[in-house]
């Protein structure tokens, strides 16, 4: 009990200060049914609490890994299940110092729409519900199906 009311002290102090966090794509293109690696780092020491949603698009996202830069006391919540408006909770806290710069936590995200489609990953304040920062990825073919469609087009060639 002790420890949980500490760690609320803790946010409402760190949600005063500003901290620059920011969400981040291993690429900006994706196969469908690819995944990429979500990144969101803060190049601050100060504790937050973000919002990670997935919107204007299809797909979803995964497994959630929480970085030791993030603080021995970095939560997660998967909030796409309860029905909200936001897909996950990211808090950067630790009980005994700050956060350390870098990546906090990471998340695979898998595309699920169809060729053509953009997908936009959004950062949101956790007490404003301001946009701080989004990422817009690209759902391409994929390498091998363009190859075999490359090569089906020299089949159907005719020589004259």
Do not use: W
Not at 94 to 114: E, L, N, R
Not at 145 to 155: Q, R, V, W
């Amino acid at each position: 009990m002790k420890k949980l009311l500490i760690l609320m002290l803790v946010l409402a102090m760190a949600s005063l200060a500003s901290a620059t966090v920011i969400v981040s794509v291993s690429s900006n293109e994706v196969a469908v049914g690819g995944n990429i690696t979500v990144s969101v780092s803060s190049d601050d020491t100060v504790q937050y609490r973000k919002y990670l949603d997935m919107v204007m698009g299809t797909a979803t996202l995964g497994a959630v890994t929480i970085l030791p830069a993030a603080g021995d006391a970095a939560t997660t919540a998967d909030y796409s299940v309860a029905g909200s408006y936001y897909d996950l909770e990211l808090v950067a806290a630790d009980f005994s110092t700050d956060p350390v710069a870098g990546v906090h936590f990471t998340v695979v995200a898998t595309a699920t729409g169809v060729i053509g489609e953009t997908f936009t990953l959004e950062l949101l304040n956790g007490d404003t519900y301001a946009l701080e920062d989004s990422e817009i990825v690209t759902i391409i073919p994929e390498p091998v199906t363009m190859a075999l469609l490359g090569l089906g087009g020299l089949f159907f060639r005719r020589k004259k």
